[in-house]
Every structure is written in C-alpha cells, then in structure tokens.
C-alpha cells in the first residue's frame, strides 16, 4: 500500500476516538444551510466527512538531546474546486476534529470568494513558545518531511495559521524541494503560500486577512449608514490576523477600546493606540503590562461596550454566557469558528450581527491565491493592484451572501453556507462522480 493510501486508511481509524466539539459545530451550521438549497444526496455526503485524514507521528532532537514524539496532522477535506488549501497550526490544543472543521470551513470559504481552490487544514500539537527557534524549525522540517507526497504545488497548498508565520512556510518550502528533485524550482516555490517576500510571497499577504476583515466591515457599515470614524470596537488575539486589523482601523479612525490575548486582558475607553501595543507586544510577547489602561477580567472584556467586536485568536469562544454578556452591534470572525451554536442563537436573540468567518477572514486564502498564481507565472504584482483585487472579491463575496441573506431570511452565516455549498453542488451535478 502506498505511504499516501496507509496514512489514510490509519487516520481515517484514529478519527472514531476523537472529541466532537468544533466539527459538531461546523457540522451543524453546515446542515442548517442545507435546508435553504437543494442539494444531491451524493453530495451532502461527501461534504459531511473530508476525504483525507493523514496524521503522522514523528519524533525531534531537542536541544537538550532528548527525542520527544510530536503528532502532525493535514486534512483534506475537498478538491472539487481546484487543489486543497489551507493553513498549519501550531498549538498545544490542536486535534483531529479541530482541524477537520478548520478543513471543511477552508472549502467554503474559497468557493463563497470564487478561489479555484478546495479546503485542508494542518495543525501539529505543540506550544511554540516552550520551543527554541531551532527546535522550531526542526519540527517544521520532519513534519513536511513526513507528509511527503501528501502535498504539493499543485495538489495542497500549505499556508500559515495560528502559531506559524513566513518563516515556518520558508522551512516547509525548502524541506519539500530538498526533498523532490525539481526541474522549475522558482515556480515549485508554490508549494506554500504565505512565505516572506525574499523566499517568493506576495506583497499584502501578511497583512491581507486583518485586511480581508476590514473591507468587510466596510462592506457592512455602506450597507448600514455606519461611519466607522469614530467607532470603537474591541479584539480578542492581537496576533497576525488582529494586530493589522487593529493597525487598519485605526487608520480609518476607529477607535481600539479593549483587547485580549493569552497573557491578559486590557482597556482603555478613550482608545488604545495600536502603534505603541503592537510595539509593546513585540517587545513583550503580549498585551498584558501596556501603560494607559485598566487591567479587566475575561467577563469585562467580553462585555464591554463598543461598535464592533473582532474575535481574532481561537475557536469556541462565544458561547451562551458571553454572547449574554456582549454590547456590541456587530460581531466580525477574524477567526476560523469563534462562536458556538448557542452563543450564535444568543447574538441572533439580541439583535446582533455576524459576519462569519467564512466572509470576514478570507483575504487570507485569496492574496495566497495571489501569491500561488505569482509563483506559477514568475510575476510580481505590486501592493496595490493586490489590495485592489483583494477588495473587488471581498465585496462581491460580502454581496453575494447578503442577497441570500435578504432572499431566504436567513442570517449571514448560513447565507455564506448555502452560496458555497451550492456552488460546489452546481460543480458536482455538472462532473459527476466516478463509479
Ligand atoms: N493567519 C491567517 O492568514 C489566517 C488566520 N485565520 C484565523 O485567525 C485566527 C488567528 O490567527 P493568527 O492571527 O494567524 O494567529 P497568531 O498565532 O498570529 O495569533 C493568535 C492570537 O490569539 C491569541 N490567543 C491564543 N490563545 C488565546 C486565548 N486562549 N485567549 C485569547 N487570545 C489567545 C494569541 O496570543 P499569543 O500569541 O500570546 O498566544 C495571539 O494574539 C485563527 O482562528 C486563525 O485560524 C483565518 C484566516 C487566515
Ligand atoms: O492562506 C491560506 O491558504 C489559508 C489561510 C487559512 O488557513 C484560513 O483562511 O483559515
């Protein structure tokens, strides 16, 4: 059996003994969108589940001479759009069923934005911050090792997600052409997106889902006469996503007036300057300790009075008792699956609106599109025919899941659902599938 076929058939075992949580959740949004469109048996099917799981165990030297073994996964959820896609996350709380629900949003995400790309996810459970760098990198190295075929530059598409950024896609980038005896080494650097400039990024990218998430509040506030100079909005995760959210918005005179991340929650209601944090932060690795602010619990943060509020770190955490607590207007997912079903069915109680993450967070994916397409072409587009691109495809994505919105009186959520899933349906019904 092929080491692609074995990983596979192994993952798709260890998946029966997993936790549930997130993938129920996902696995729920995705069934209330089911009932708004018509949908082939075969293709509720396929959809339900992904199509690969491969996880892989490998073990890494530390530096004190000690072997530990890591758990690497990537899941392939679906290809029909074009070759899988998604990020890697590096995180103590990474699982199986996290990272197919991940897997399954990156589908829809790239069908709602009309990305010729499918949907995969990566994750390996570790803390990055208990790892020297070289460590770092030496797990980065014999995780892309050990995936070996199972991506590729024009079968998955690796990018960074939460914990890894360009340097870790720069390692993964080298390790596969080490690995495979390329004849066009410039464009095989497609085989990951999201890399610095030097190695083959994309001018934009690093900053293109806090960018992604701002067009889409502007989408919002056009619709809803909202001037967003002058409104206040608080952020939870100040890390890539967040911090140039935060740097945006401040340049469109919103105004930063509570923000959390692991090491804390701070607030300030006449505005946190976001040059001075995001320096802080460096210097520091966390918001925790800024000067001119109140130190505040989880709860004051989460209740805190604002405009808008961006959850831009983890999954799950808008449940029913935060989403009680929440005096915002809107509620952005700068993050992948921020809000549970009781908590969405809370904000929907209050009057409160979402943008979900499948719209708000996916300037990520397309300007690694962008990049992908740069690669394969040896071009490199200046920043602002990509900002321009990127802003085109996030309005009409914004546009195209508000009329099924106002069509099918649905929230957004489930509009995003239904446009991307149909989609993938209309493809489906069109192709087929082989017997
Ligand atoms: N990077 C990308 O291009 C994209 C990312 N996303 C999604 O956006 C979200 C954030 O990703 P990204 O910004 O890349 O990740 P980063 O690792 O750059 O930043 C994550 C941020 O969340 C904070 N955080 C982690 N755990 C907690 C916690 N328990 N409570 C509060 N804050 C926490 C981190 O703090 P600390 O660093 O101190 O641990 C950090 O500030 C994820 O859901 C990701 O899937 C979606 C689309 C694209
Ligand atoms: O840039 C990419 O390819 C994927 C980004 C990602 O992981 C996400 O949108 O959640």
Known sequence: MSKKASSEKQASRNSQTQGTDFFDTHIAQYERALQHIDVLPHVRLILGQPKNEIIVNFPVKLDNGEYQLFTGYRIQHNNIMGPYKGGIRFHHDVTLNEVKALAAIMTYKCALLEVPFGGAKGGVALNVHKFSRSEVEKITRRFTHDLGNNIGPEYD???????????????????????????????????????????????????????????????????????????????????????????????????????????????????????????????????????????????????????????????????????????????????????????????????????????????????????????KRSESWQLQEIDERLHFMMRRAYHDMRAFAREHNTDNRTAAYAVAVGRINSVYGERGIFP
């Open 157 to 375: 598409i690796p990018a960074p997600d939460v914990g890894t950024n360009s340097q870790v896609m720069v390692w993964m980038m080298d390790t596969y052409m080490n690995m495979h005896n390329l004849s066009d080494k410039n464009a095989q650097r497609r085989i990951v997106t999201g890399k610095s400039l030097t190695s083959g990024g994309s001018r934009g990218r690093e900053k293109a889902t806090g960018q992604g998430v701002v067009y889409s509040i502007q989408e919002w506030a056009d619709e809803n006469n909202f001037r967003l100079d002058g409104a206040t909005y608080t952020l939870q995760g100040f890390g890539n996503v967040g911090s140039h959210a935060a740097a945006i918005l401040s340049k469109l005179g919103a105004s930063l007036v509570a923000v959390m991340d692991h090491t804390g929650s701070i607030a300030n209601e006449e505005g946190i300057n976001v040059r001075k944090l995001t320096e802080h932060v460096k210097a520091t690795g966390g918001v925790r300790g800024y000067t001119s602010c109140n130190d505040v619990t989880a709860d004051e943060f989460w209740a805190m009075k604002c405009d808008i509020c961006i959850p831009a770190a983890l999954e799950l955490q808008i449940d029913e008792r935060v989403a009680s607590m929440m005096n915002c207007r809107l509620i952005v997912e700068g993050a992948n699956g921020p809000t549970t079903l009781d908590g969405e069915r809370v904000l929907i109680e209050k009057g409160i609106e979402v943008i979900p993450d499948l719209m708000a967070n996916a300037g990520g994916v397309v300007v690694s599109y962008f990049e992908w397409v740069q690669n």
